[in-house]
């Protein structure tokens, strides 16, 4: 293999791939990103068995071939090189880098024992706006599982039916969903697709891109963007019904501003933030929520002012579960609705419904 191509794209290249590349694993090819030449083009890509993702840059190219390089050390190395050309060449189980009056080597691996990635997924498809899709993901990704006890709450579950499209995660202690529209699909389906493929995805389609085509087939995703392609496998099982957990009515309603709510939350969870749960507590009375926190550091007592429908609550909560729910809502104003101090609460804007935040409140010696 035998290759000169400019330092920008290659560096550029390698940043997106190398994220496809295995970080703890008993199989060293999966820490690897393959370099393949041909037809004066040079295509990096890399898997760690869920993910694939693969970038294609144009090159000059002497010889064609196929090698695996360290995945981390060549990102880390060819970002440095950004403005020069570099010419690629292999021989004997090592790659010479050549660069401006320099020359560096690296092991390599056989491109032989690089897994396959399928990239002729076609079968089913649907297409949304860009920045509907990127909506949808930064509204539920975070509220995703971080474990491998139950591995489908580690993803989000896509409905699609007609041109109305849903997206709900869970990870046990808070829900998000929010719905939107389809430009058009091959027909109704349901995955449940892993939060950190959603999240390469996001930042892989430029924001500058009008629509963007999600293909499904045989439990897998595939995303293309200008040269750059994405695959990954879905998650198997049934995935909790929301419809389930979701409250229909509630006693209380109160109306807050957003950025006032936040401010006090933020500042009530400083001082709980090394604690497990962080616990803050609202304490909703008339036209206001009080605030309050307590650690061995101090405490903290704030109101806000707010409009009340229905009755006097007192409930606790992990902060960091209520920020980031505030934080996805998009309106000045908000509406948190409870029904008492130990059933889930939700939080939505005051107009736009479409998104919502589900909180499971946290039992303490005043309301356990």
Do not use: W
Request: charged content about 25%; some cysteine.
């Amino acid at each position: 293999m035998k290759c000169v191509c400019e330092g920008i794209n290659l560096s550029e290249a390698v940043l997106k791939v190398v994220k496809a590349c295995a970080a703890r694993t008993t199989v060293p090819i999966l820490e690897c990103i393959k370099l393949s030449v041909k037809n004066d083009r040079l295509t990096l890509s890399a898997t760690d068995g869920e993910i694939a993702i693969l970038k294609t840059i144009p090159a000059d190219v002497y010889e064609e071939g196929d090698v695996c390089v360290p995945g981390k050390y060549f990102a880390d190395f060819i970002k440095k090189l950004e403005n020069v050309q570099i010419m690629l060449s292999t021989a004997d189980k090592m790659m010479e880098i050549v660069y401006a009056d320099s020359q560096t080597s690296m092991q390599v691996l056989p491109a032989d024992d690089f897994p396959r990635i399928d990239t002729e997924i076609k079968e089913n498809s649907f297409k949304l706006k860009t920045a509907d899709l990127k909506k949808l993901i930064n509204a539920t990704s975070f509220c995703c599982a971080a474990d491998d006890s139950r591995p489908i709450l580690k993803g989000c579950q896509f409905i699609i039916n007609g041109d109305d499209i849903s997206v709900t995660s869970l990870d046990g202690f808070r829900l998000a969903t929010i719905s939107g529209k389809v430009i058009s699909s091959t027909g109704n389906m349901e995955i449940v697709c892993p939060a950190r493929t959603l999240n390469e995805i996001e930042k892989m389609i430029p924001d500058t891109a009008e629509e963007t085509e999600i293909f499904i087939q045989r439990g897998m995703i595939l995303v293309s963007s200008d040269s750059t392609v994405l695959t990954s496998r879905l998650y198997g099982g049934d995935f909790i019904k929301k419809e389930n957990i979701i409250p229909r009515t509630f006693i209380t309603e109160v109306t807050v501003e957003k950025e006032k709510l936040k401010d006090s939350i933020e500042r009530a969870a400083i001082l709980v933030r090394g604690d497990k749960n962080s616990l803050i507590t609202f304490d909703i009375t008339g036209d206001k929520i009080e605030i309050s926190s307590a650690s061995e550091i101090g405490n903290v007592q704030e109101p806000v002012k707010a409009h009340t429908e229905g009755k006097d609550v007192k409930i606790a909560m992990n902060s960091k579960f209520i920020i980031e729910a505030v934080n996805a809502l998009e309106e000045d104003q908000i509406v948190l609705s409870f029904n008492n101090q130990v059933q889930p609460f939700i939080c939505t804007n005051l107009g736009d419904k479409s998104a919502l935040y589900l909180i499971l409140p946290v039992r303490t010696a005043n309301n356990a």
